[in-house]
C-alpha cells in the first residue's frame, strides 16, 4: 500500500492505542481478465482510544515509521458500527443485513 489515506474496517483493539483493521483491496487477474476481493489486515495507532470493533475509520500515513508494526494513524471515524444507512431502504444496516430483521429474528428464536 502505497497510498498516504486508506480506508478500513476496525476489527478488533489489538493493544492499547492499536487497532486491527482489515483493508479491502480489488486484485485483478490477467489470465481470468477479472477483479477478486482481497483483504489485508493492518495495524493502526488510535490516540484517543475511540475506534470500536465494526468502525469504518479513515487512515493517514505516518511521515516517519511511528513502530515496526505500524504505518498509518486513525484520521477519523467514517461508520460507526451499526450507524451504516442503506441508501436505498433508508434502514441501517449491520454488515449486509438490515436491524429490523436482526431484531426480528432474535425475537422469533428466543421465544
Excluded at 23 to 28: D, E, N, V
Excluded at 29 to 34: C, E, G, I, R, T
Excluded at 66 to 78: A, C, M, N, S
Excluded at 100 to 108: N, T
Aim: hydrophobic fraction near 35%; charge should be neutral; glycine fraction near 4%.
Amino acid at each position: 500500500m502505497s497510498s498516504s489515506l486508506i480506508i478500513g474496517k476496525c476489527i478488533s483493539t489489538a493493544k492499547k492505542n492499536t487497532i486491527r483493521l482489515l483493508i479491502p483491496q480489488l486484485k485483478f487477474d490477467s489470465f481470468l481478465n477479472k477483479h477478486f476481493r482481497e483483504n489485508e489486515t493492518i495495524l493502526a495507532h488510535d490516540q484517543d482510544n475511540v475506534c470500536n470493533p465494526g468502525d469504518w475509520v479513515l487512515l493517514r500515513k505516518f511521515d516517519e515509521r511511528f513502530r515496526l508494526d505500524i504505518d498509518y494513524r486513525v484520521e477519523k471515524i467514517v461508520y460507526e458500527s451499526g450507524n451504516i444507512i442503506d441508501p436505498l431502504t433508508g434502514k441501517k444496516t449491520l454488515d449486509y443485513e438490515n436491524v429490523d430483521d436482526y431484531q426480528r429474528l432474535s425475537k422469533m428464536f428466543n421465544k
